[in-house]
């Protein structure tokens, strides 16, 4: 199949054929359906998990968790929108269930108390490898990577974070912009 016809299928939310049947074949638990399932979305769901938690023995077992939720929240799902969406949602909620778990790590604090101000000018992040953007990311202070993963990578805004962490929005807007400073800081540095 094309890129382009891809590209386009994934843009206006249609799933093919095949998305669908393995989707079904999984509700029914058939077991190869589900193993195409993980084969499909692990990898990638990984990489959503080691940005929110640092340990990767620690982010597979967050990743089997979501996995669980995954399988158990199918018949939930309404074949609407970008399955992968969905599928990642699970993935980003789950990381944040099990920070929560281990402990507090956003504190109130208001966006004008933020000491700093941010240039305008946008990081030079095409000059990154890949890895290294990733090491950086994993190397923010808990709060500021977990805002940080959610506004500018998972696309939630600032409302939508303040909502699922319980703090307020100044507070993810600030975190967002303590974390922005901290990677212009590190790339700077590089």
């Given at each position: 199949?094309?890129?382009?016809?891809?590209?386009?299928?994934?843009?206006?939310?249609?799933?093919?054929?095949?998305?669908?049947?393995?989707?079904?074949?999984?509700?029914?638990?058939?077991?190869?359906?589900?193993?195409?399932?993980?084969?499909?979305?692990?990898?990638?769901?990984?990489?959503?998990?080691?940005?929110?938690?640092?340990?990767?023995?620690?982010?597979?077992?967050?990743?089997?968790?979501?996995?669980?939720?995954?399988?158990?929240?199918?018949?939930?799902y309404k074949f609407?929108?970008v399955f992968e969406?969905?599928?990642?949602?699970?993935?980003?909620?789950?990381?944040?269930?099990?920070?929560?778990?281990?402990?507090?790590?956003?504190?109130?604090?208001?966006?004008?108390?933020?000491?700093?101000?941010?240039?305008?000018?946008?990081?030079?992040?095409?000059?990154?490898?890949?890895?290294?953007?990733?090491?950086?990311?994993?190397?923010?202070?808990?709060?500021?990577?977990?805002?940080?993963?959610?506004?500018?990578?998972?696309?939630?805004?600032?409302?939508?974070?303040?909502?699922?962490?319980?703090?307020?929005?100044?507070?993810?807007?600030?975190?967002?912009?303590?974390?922005?400073?901290?990677?212009?800081?590190?790339?700077?540095?590089?």
């Open positions: 199949m094309r890129y382009a016809t891809i590209l386009e299928r994934k843009q206006s939310n249609i799933l093919s054929m095949e998305e669908v049947t393995l989707i079904k074949q999984c509700i029914d638990g058939n077991p190869r359906a589900q193993k195409a399932l993980f084969d499909m979305f692990a990898p990638k769901m990984l990489s959503v998990c080691m940005r929110y938690v640092k340990d990767k023995m620690r982010a597979e077992d967050v990743l089997q968790d979501a996995l669980v939720k995954i399988y158990s929240k199918l018949p939930e609407e929108g969406g969905w599928i990642r949602r699970i993935v980003v909620n789950t990381c944040l269930d099990q920070l929560r778990k281990d402990q507090k790590f956003l504190k109130d604090i208001q966006v004008e108390e933020v000491s700093y101000r941010i240039e305008q000018h946008e990081f030079i992040v095409e000059k990154l490898m890949a890895d290294d953007l990733m090491k950086l990311v994993q190397s923010l202070p808990d709060g500021y990577r977990v805002v940080f993963n959610m506004f500018a990578i998972e696309g939630y805004s600032h409302q939508e974070i303040a909502k699922e962490l319980g703090v307020t929005e100044s507070t993810s807007k600030s975190q967002y912009l303590r974390a922005r400073a901290y990677l212009k800081d590190r790339i700077e540095k590089r």
